[in-house]
């Protein structure tokens, strides 16, 4: 069982409450927010990167924003809009992450870790990571959609200090339909 959101908002505030206020602006992206994004922004999003992106993703990042959020080691965006992030990331003149030639059209760098970038595919849903010294090509699923991804993160993250950590990732792992032979839910838990 993972966390919902507003548990991990919950958790999230609680850890952080005791950081001294001149402090805390430089700490926003530690706390799960409201979302800066409209309805329009994503229609921009799928305009500019001529892509459909899936109802539960445009859900999540129209509560939550993204584009300033932090979950332990994996980077959503910082202090930034994150409409702007994707298309940035994404688009075939800036963005770099598939190598030469168009972007591959049903995929979408949505976040990274230290070693990893973080994909969507727009047409299952799936999130796949591959090593930053790899091709995209070797990607493999951790996560049958980015709900689930964003709340398993979350979830690893605020629980770390808990007794039944190891408990708490085996639960993470089941749900995000973890795959054996994929390194990244054991790293983003260390």
């Known amino acids: 069982m993972i966390l919902e959101f507003s548990e991990i908002h919950q ?6 409450k005791d950081i001294p206020e001149d402090i805390q602006p ?7 927010k409201d979302s800066k994004l409209s309805s329009a922004m994503l229609d921009e999003i799928e305009f500019n990167l001529k892509v ?5 993703f445009k859900a999540c990042i129209l509560k939550y924003d993204f584009g300033d959020l932090i979950f332990g080691g994996i980077w959503f965006g910082s202090n930034q809009n994150y409409a702007q ?5 994404n688009h075939n003149e800036k963005g770099i ?16 870790s230290d070693g990893y970038v973080i994909l969507l595919n727009t047409e299952n849903e799936e999130i796949l990571a591959y090593l930053r010294s790899e091709s995209w090509h070797e990607s493999t699923v951790i996560a049958y959609n980015f709900e689930v991804f964003a709340r398993a993160a979350g979830t690893l993250f605020v629980q770390r200090e808990c007794s039944d950590y190891e ?6 792992f089941n749900t995000v339909g ?3 032979n994929s390194k990244f839910w054991n790293e983003i838990a260390e």
């Open 52 to 56: 459909k992106l899936p109802y539960s």
């Open 85 to 89: 992030i994707l298309i940035e990331n």
């Open 178 to 180: 973890y795959q054996n």
């Open 97 to 112: 992450w598939w190598g030469s030639g168009d972007r591959p059209i049903n995929y979408l760098y949505i976040a990274d």
């Open 26 to 32: 430089d700490c926003s992206d530690l706390r799960l």
């Open 11 to 16: 958790k999230m505030e609680q850890i952080y």
């Open 167 to 172: 408990q708490i990732k085996n639960n993470v």
